[in-house]
C-alpha cells in the first residue's frame, strides 16, 4: 500500500463521504485528547479512572498516533516493553511511581510484582501487574514503521524491539498453552481486555470472591456503579489476582483455577505472527517461523473454537474442556485473519449483521455481547456496550473479506459516535450515548486511523509470505 505522509499535531484532513466538518472536527478533538493524555514517555488511557500505562491500550494508541508522530508511537511502544518481564510476558500495566496509590486498584502494593515475581523475571527497577492483555503489540510495531519506514529504519526501531517481540509471543505461545492444545490460555477475565463479559461468568462461578471489605474499588470513584462490574465480580477478580500472585505468577499447568481459551486473543495473536514475519523480513530475518506458526495457530482456531452452530468462535474452559456458550463479540474477531475459509468468513458476517449484534440494524456500533444473551445490559462494562478498539477491528475484518458496504457504514458511525460523545470510552450500542470515562486515548487515536486512507491493507498478511516495505 501507497504510504501516506505522516501529520503534524493540528493537522485535519477532510473526507468526502463523511458530513462536512466531521473530519477536521474529530481529528483535531481526537489530537487534543492524544496531547493532553500524554505523560512524556507514554500516553494513559483517561487521566482520572486509568492514570497508568496499559498495555494493548498502549498498542492501540500507537497505531493511531503513527499519523501525527511517527516518534511517539514508537516511544509508546518502546516504553511499554522497557518493563517485560524476562520470561516475555508484557504486564498489562506498568504503574508510574508519582501516581498515588490511591487513585486506582490493584494498586503495585497488591501486585507486589519485584518481589512476588521475582522468579518469573519481573524487572527490579518498574512495578507492573502481572497479568497480560491481547498481543496487539507487534502489529502495532509494524503499522507504526509503515507509517515512516525511513525514520524507523534509521532510528533502528524494528531491530531493537523484534526480539522483544518475539519473546512476548513464545510466552503466549508456550507458558500459555494450558490445554495443550496448539492456544494460549487467559488466567484471569482481565487478560482477555473484555473484563467483565458474561463469556466468564461460568467459569468465575468456581472462584470464591474476596471479601469486598477488604479491598477499596478506586473505580467506583470516577464512574457509575450501575455501568461497573458488580461487587461479586471484582471480588472474584480481586481472589483471582491474589492466588496468581502467591504463586510467584507461575504458568504450570494445572494451577490454575480460571483458564480460558479467548478467540479475540488467539486471532491477536495470529495476526501478530504475520507482522513478526513482515518485521523478520524488513530485518533481514527469517520470516518462516512466523508464517508456519500463523497457519498452525489459524489451523488450531478452527479445530477448538470455531462453532457452525452459533455462527462464530466460542472460548473454550480449558479447565473442563467445554465450550462456553455466551456469544460474546470476542468470537467476532478472528474476522481479522485472511485465512480463514470462506464460509466460515460468510457465516462470522451473517452473526455480526444477525439478530445477535445487530450491526447494520439495531445497533449503531457492533455490541459488546449478544442482544438476546441472557445478561445483556446496553450500560455494563463489557456486558453489552459498544468498543471503539473492538469496532476498528470488526472494521478491517469486514474490509479484509470484501464486505465494503458493512465496514464503511461502521466505520461512518464509529467516527460519529467518538466526535460526538467527547471521545468516551465505551457507548451503548444503540443510541452511542456515551458512557465510562470522556477524552478517552484509543477511542482518539482509532478515531485518527479511521479518519486516514481507508483500510485496503489487511492486519494479517496471506501465509504465502511476507512482503518488504
Request: aromatic fraction near 8%; glycine fraction near 8%.
Amino acid at each position: 500500500m501507497r504510504q501516506q505522509k505522516p501529520e503534524s499535531f493540528g493537522a485535519h484532513v477532510e473526507r468526502a463521504d463523511l458530513p462536512p466538518g466531521l473530519p477536521s472536527i474529530a481529528y483535531n478533538g481526537a489530537q487534543r485528547v492524544l496531547a493532553r493524555n500524554w505523560t512524556g514517555s507514554s500516553t494513559v488511557p483517561s487521566r482520572a479512572l486509568y492514570p497508568h500505562q496499559w498495555s494493548w491500550d498502549s498498542a492501540f494508541i500507537a497505531i493511531g498516533l503513527r499519523h501525527v508522530s511517527p516518534d511517539r508511537a514508537q516511544r509508546e511502544l518502546e516504553t511499554l516493553l522497557t518493563a517485560q518481564w524476562q520470561d516475555g510476558r508484557i504486564p498489562h500495566i506498568v504503574f508510574n511511581p508519582a501516581v498515588p496509590l490511591t487513585a486506582y486498584f490493584p494498586s503495585p502494593d497488591f501486585w507486589r510484582s519485584s518481589t512476588a515475581g521475582d522468579k518469573a523475571g519481573a524487572p527490579a527497577t518498574v512495578e507492573t501487574s502481572g497479568i497480560v492483555q491481547p498481543p496487539v503489540h507487534a502489529l502495532a510495531a509494524w503499522l507504526v514503521h509503515r507509517a515512516d519506514p525511513a525514520a524507523s529504519t534509521r532510528r533502528g526501531f524494528l531491530r531493537r524491539v523484534y526480539p522483544r517481540l518475539v519473546a512476548w509471543q513464545r510466552y503466549l505461545t508456550g507458558r500459555r498453552d494450558l490445554g495443550g492444545r496448539g492456544l494460549a490460555s487467559i488466567v484471569h477475565p482481565w487478560e482477555s481486555g473484555m473484563d467483565n463479559s458474561p463469556c466468564w461468568d461460568q467459569p468465575l462461578a468456581r472462584i470464591e470472591p474476596a471479601d469486598v471489605r477488604t479491598f477499596h474499588r478506586a473505580d467506583l470513584d470516577h464512574g457509575c456503579r450501575a455501568d461497573r462490574p458488580t461487587d461479586l465480580d471484582y471480588g472474584r477478580y480481586v481472589r483471582l489476582a491474589a492466588s496468581y500472585r502467591d504463586r510467584g505468577y507461575a504458568d504450570d499447568a494445572g494451577s490454575h483455577p480460571f483458564a480460558v481459551e479467548d478467540p479475540a486473543l488467539n486471532a491477536l495473536l495470529i495476526a501478530s505472527e504475520h507482522a513478526l514475519a513482515e518485521i523478520a523480513a524488513v530485518i533481514d530475518a527469517d520470516p518462516a517461523d512466523h508464517l508456519v506458526r500463523a497457519e498452525e495457530l489459524t489451523t488450531n482456531l478452527l479445530k477448538r473454537l470455531w462453532n457452525p452452530d452459533a455462527g462464530m468462535f466460542l472460548c473454550q474452559d480449558v479447565i473442563t474442556g467445554e465450550h462456553i456458550t455466551e456469544r460474546g463479540v470476542s468470537g467476532l474477531i478472528p474476522l481479522i485473519l485472511p485465512d480463514l475459509p470462506d464460509e466460515v468468513v460468510a457465516a462470522l458476517v451473517r452473526t455480526a449483521t444477525g439478530e445477535h449484534f445487530g450491526l447494520g440494524g439495531p445497533s449503531r456500533l457492533a455490541p459488546s455481547y449478544d442482544l438476546t444473551g441472557r445478561a445483556f445490559d446496553p450500560s455494563r462494562y463489557w456486558r453489552g456496550p459498544a468498543w471503539f478498539n473492538i469496532n476498528w477491528l470488526l472494521e478491517r475484518g469486514l474490509r479484509l473479506h470484501g464486505a465494503t458496504e458493512q465496514a464503511d457504514a461502521l466505520r461512518a458511525e464509529a467516527l460519529s459516535a467518538a466526535n460526538a460523545t467527547g471521545f468516551a470510552e465505551y457507548v451503548d450500542p444503540f443510541t452511542c450515548e456515551a458512557r465510562g470515562s470522556q477524552d478517552f486515548s484509543w477511542t482518539a487515536a482509532l478515531t485518527i486511523d479511521l479518519l486516514m486512507e481507508p483500510h485496503v491493507e489487511p492486519l494479517a498478511t496471506q501465509a504465502q509470505g511476507a512482503s518488504h516495505a
